[in-house]
């Protein structure tokens, strides 16, 4: 039985990838921070009992700030490929906490890499190493983008997600590592966090389709982005593991949608008229702005076959019904006198 490691096995992506390689007979270990609450509700269905027999799913305590531990999971998961998905990964937080972004995203990926060379060489065994890319590392870069293209990053995320791309490289260079960047354009899902532009309107679509809400605040609406679904990208990162040599990987589909056309395939799936709820709200502009990526996928559809099986409107729908469900369950609730907790005034 083949065993990965997952770091961010909690995120969104984690949890995708999880489902995954558990689907394919792995055995999965993940990295999950210490919480005074739980924070695993996105891979709990998962979980089993570890006094069960045939547990194919183990968490493990640990932070990307702790090199230390991070060597002691190793040693205990003895994984043969390693996700590492774990990151502040938001990015206009990353201008309000940009050393601990670097922290985590950059430095963090460095002590995993040192870590893993350091357990290989004591063990004798091959782990191969996925490190998650951005097309925030992109920015201004002239679209559409692909592996040639310069990096020209915009905010503290994107640099630091730049920074761990080229330590996964020259580690690989420099001590024979099968290491791969997979440089993922933005993908979404039902499991979004709620404070992610595309997650936030269709929570707020379903809320005020509810009548739980009256407005929705944004900033740049003329932003565009190339959106993917979440699971279909993790099965390129599971692709770019089994290949014969470690390479780099765009992935993306290839096309290009504002956060307006994301509003109006939304709101419309309900029948509203975005103009009518949504207003702009300076606060939640970057101090500096990325107004176009697109991704271009050749390369991976070429040499991996990978393709999208999601489209954009499918996406958007799979979205609005979900969080259609959780305003329906919020206001059943608060009929009944609860309330539910929603964070839709944060950040964009």
């Known amino acids: 039985m083949r065993k990965a490691l997952i770091s961010g096995i909690t995120g969104q992506d984690?949890?995708?990838?999880?489902?995954?390689?558990?689907?394919?007979?792995?055995?999965?270990?993940?990295?999950?921070?210490?919480?005074?609450?739980?924070?695993?509700?996105?891979?709990?269905?998962?979980?089993?009992?570890?006094?069960?027999?045939?547990?194919?799913?183990?968490?493990?305590?640990?932070?990307?700030?702790?090199?230390?531990?991070?060597?002691?999971?190793?040693?205990?998961?003895?994984?043969?490929?390693?996700?590492?998905?774990?990151?502040?990964?938001?990015?206009?937080i990353s201008f309000e906490q940009p050393?601990?972004?670097?922290?985590?995203?950059?430095?963090?990926?460095?002590?995993?890499l040192e870590a893993l060379r350091d357990y290989m060489a004591i063990s004798g065994k091959e782990v191969r190493f996925y490190q998650a890319g951005s097309s925030e590392m992109f920015g201004v870069a002239p679209a559409p983008q692909?592996?040639?293209?310069?990096?020209?990053?915009?905010s503290p995320y994107a640099v630091s997600k730049v920074a761990a791309h080229q330590f996964a490289v020259n580690y690989r260079e420099a001590y024979g590592m099968f290491?791969?960047?997979?440089?993922?354009?933005?993908?979404?899902?039902?499991?979004?966090?709620?404070?992610?532009?595309?997650?936030k309107i269709t929570r707020a679509v379903g809320r005020i389709k509810m009548g739980l809400q009256k407005k929705l605040y944004l900033g740049n609406l003329d932003a565009l982005r190339d959106w993917g679904y979440a699971g279909d990208y993790v099965e390129a990162m599971w692709l770019m593991l089994q290949q014969p040599a470690a390479e780099d990987y765009v992935v993306a589909t290839g096309e290009a949608h504002s956060v307006r056309d994301f509003l109006e395939a939304a709101f419309g799936q309900v029948g509203l008229n975005w103009a009518e709820y949504v207003e702009t709200d300076p606060r939640y502009f970057r101090p500096t702005e990325v107004d176009y990526l697109l991704g271009d996928p050749a390369k991976i559809k070429e040499r991996l076959g990978w393709r999208p099986h999601t489209t954009f409107q499918e996406l958007v729908e799979m979205?609005?019904?979900?969080?259609?469900?959780?305003?329906?369950?919020?206001?059943?609730?608060?009929?009944?006198?609860h309330t539910m907790a929603f964070r839709g005034s944060a950040s964009e």
């Open 14 to 92: 984690g949890s995708y990838l999880a489902e995954l390689l558990v689907d394919k007979g792995y055995e999965v270990h993940g990295i999950i921070r210490r919480a005074s609450s739980f924070n695993t509700d996105r891979i709990d269905h998962l979980y089993q009992d570890p006094h069960d027999q045939g547990v194919r799913l183990f968490l493990h305590y640990g932070d990307l700030a702790d090199g230390t531990g991070l060597r002691r999971i190793l040693e205990k998961a003895q994984p043969d490929e390693f996700y590492n998905l774990g990151a502040q990964s938001h990015v206009k």
């Open 99 to 112: 050393e601990y972004t670097a922290d985590i995203v950059c430095t963090g990926t460095l002590r995993l």
């Open 146 to 154: 692909n592996e040639m293209t310069p990096f020209k990053p915009r």
């Open 179 to 199: 290491i791969v960047n997979g440089i993922l354009f933005n993908h979404e899902s039902p499991r979004r966090g709620e404070t992610f532009v595309t997650r």
């Open 319 to 337: 979205m609005v019904a979900h969080d259609m469900e959780l305003a329906a369950q919020e206001r059943t609730l608060r009929n009944a006198g």
